[in-house]
């Protein structure tokens, strides 16, 4: 897959490679105690490269959420954290061509659609008959 740019390929990958390249995926653990004990449970394991607490969840920014999640919730489990929801997301291929070239699939298509198009040519018989 290739991402255009004003005509200049910025990126070529498969859809998968794609994904990652730009940010991995985001795992939102919501736990049933303090976040911040979970933060610091997990703030040694080699997957995370972020941690934001939101309220009552974290949210961890890692490579291959997949692969990570299992040994995430080891950790939590070992420490003795309750979860009360887990949650895997990865990017779109939106989110991959907005970071790439700074806006999004839809505005394209948007402003695309709002170009007006060319008039189209007069009939010979409407003309004539003036």
């Given at each position: ?6 005509g200049?390929?910025v990126?070529?990958?498969s ?9 991995g ?28 607490i ?21 950790a ?15 990017p ?15 505005d ?19 003309a004539?008959?003036?």
């Amino acid at each position: 897959m290739l991402i255009i740019d004003h005509g200049k390929i910025v990126a070529a990958g498969s859809p998968e490679e794609l994904k990652r390249r730009i940010s991995g995926d985001v795992v939102t653990l919501r736990v049933s105690g303090e976040p911040g004990v979970a933060s610091r449970v997990l703030a040694g394991a080699r997957d995370v490269r972020d941690i934001a607490i939101e309220q009552r969840s974290l949210r961890l920014a890692v490579e291959n959420g997949e692969e990570a999640l299992p040994g995430l919730l080891r950790a939590l489990d070992a420490a003795g954290i309750t979860l009360e929801s887990v949650q895997l997301a990865r990017p779109t291929l939106d989110d991959v061509f907005l970071t790439l070239t700074g806006r999004s699939l839809r505005d394209d298509s948007r402003a695309a659609s709002a170009v007006p198009a060319e008039p189209a040519a007069e009939p010979a018989a409407a003309a004539a008959a003036r």
